[in-house]
């Protein structure tokens, strides 16, 4: 694990990570920092907290959005695509071998 440090609004948060998911979790806090500076750039909301729960609600919004229509998640529907794309190379391959 290693330690980095995180600003979102100004502020620093330092957490733990692994340096695999070390540039993913950066992405995420840019993530997270854009969308509560949108909000609070806005003029409506005041207050971190508030501003925190709303970022929280539009990201949560995406996820689901994102979600298939029978509840699958992007990231299953690519696992399962790779499977039948694997599958088909599989059934295929023999017929490579005729032409």
């Known amino acids: 694990m290693e330690q980095i440090s995180l ?3 100004g502020r620093e948060y330092r957490v733990a990570c692994r340096p695999e998911e070390r540039s993913e979790l950066l992405a995420c806090a840019h993530y997270v920092d854009q ?3 949108a909000i609070r750039e806005g003029g409506k ?3 971190l907290d508030r501003i ?3 970022a929280a609600l539009q ?3 995406e996820l689901f959005s994102a979600k ?3 509840g699958a998640s992007m990231a299953d529907v690519r696992q399962r695509l790779r499977e039948l794309t694997a ?3 599989e059934v295929l391959a023999p ?3 005729l032409f």
Do not use: R, Y
């Open 7 to 9: 600003t979102i609004l």
């Open 35 to 37: 969308k509560m500076s």
């Open 45 to 47: 909301v005041l207050g």
């Open 52 to 54: 925190a729960v709303l």
């Open 59 to 61: 990201i949560a919004q």
């Open 68 to 70: 298939g229509t029978d």
């Open 87 to 89: 599958l088909a190379d």
């Open 95 to 97: 017929q490579e071998k």
